[in-house]
Nanobody, 126 residues
Framework: QVQVVESGGGLVQAGDSLRLSCVAS????????IGWFRQPPGKEREFVAT????????IYANSVKGRFTISRDNAKNTAYLQMDSLKSGDTAVYYC???????????????????WGQGTQVTVSS
């Protein structure tokens, strides 16, 4: 079992930046991919970005490409989502999730992750 806890959400203005953190604990020694997802008000949860265990492969949703950056520091068991040039459309609850490395990284696009956090609210005012 791997537990993940997100933090860093808040209320910002359009054009601002925000960095979310995701701390993993538990059985992390075998490695895990990390994915970020979000659920806007009244909508389904959607894929945002994912990064593999070694940190050298990433995938982004088209809607955030060029504005968001996913990264990780395995020494700290922490992953990050740097969000720049935020828009009101980025308002959502953001979730971090982990999956075993047996899953292909692409599986995150359809939400195939093993462990989910509780989410952190990001609100962007226009």
């Amino acid at each position: 079992q791997v537990q993940v806890v997100e933090s860093g959400g808040g209320l910002v203005q359009a054009g601002d930046s925000l960095r979310l953190s995701c701390v993993a604990s538990g059985r992390t020694g075998s490695g895990y991919h990390i994915g970020w997802f979000r659920q806007p008000p009244g909508k389904e949860r959607e894929f945002v970005a994912t990064i593999n265990w070694s940190g050298d492969s990433t995938i982004y949703a088209n809607s955030v490409k060029g504005r968001f950056t996913i990264s990780r520091d395995n020494a700290k068991n922490t992953a990050y989502l740097q969000m720049d040039s935020l828009k009101s459309g980025d308002t959502a609850v953001y979730y971090c999730a982990a999956s075993g490395t047996m899953r292909p990284l692409e599986a995150a696009r359809v939400g195939l992750m093993d462990y989910w956090g509780q989410g952190t609210q990001v609100t962007v005012s226009s």
